[in-house]
């Protein structure tokens, strides 16, 4: 199973700013889409962004305008930058690989705490 590497959590006050990366062998990145998870304690994992092979961009409604997702076809990288970060945006940030055929590879998770 292809493991997917993350970096860039932490511990942020309200308001601030973090740039979390996800980085995948080429043959995963080249073909999949990408993005990130994110699971609150207690609460279901969702969907937080998610980025097409041709650079198409979805969000969820709660972090519109203060999150970006992009990729880096030179390093195979994604990138998640959040900023105003709200200590809603607490959890623990997943990224994920989605093939075309459905097969799935995930990173190991990296925490996110946003304090009041």
């Known amino acids: 199973q292809v493991r997917l590497v993350e970096s860039g959590g932490g511990l942020v006050q309200a308001g601030g700013s973090l740039r979390l990366s996800c980085a995948a062998p080429?043959?995963?990145?080249?073909?999949?889409?990408m993005g990130w998870y994110r699971q609150a304690p207690g609460k279901q994992r969702e969907l937080v962004a998610r980025?097409?092979?041709?650079?198409?961009?979805t969000y969820v409604s709660s972090v519109k305008g203060r999150f970006t997702i992009s990729r880096d076809n030179a390093k195979n990288t994604v990138y998640l930058k959040m900023n105003t970060l709200q200590p809603e945006d607490t959890a623990v940030y997943f990224c994920?690989?989605?093939?075309?055929?459905?097969?799935?590879?995930w990173g190991q998770g990296t925490q996110v705490t946003v304090s009041s």
């Open positions: 080429g043959s995963i990145f080249s073909s999949n889409a």
């Open positions: 994920y690989a989605a093939s075309p055929r459905g097969v799935w590879s």
């Open positions: 980025i097409s092979t041709g650079g198409t961009t």
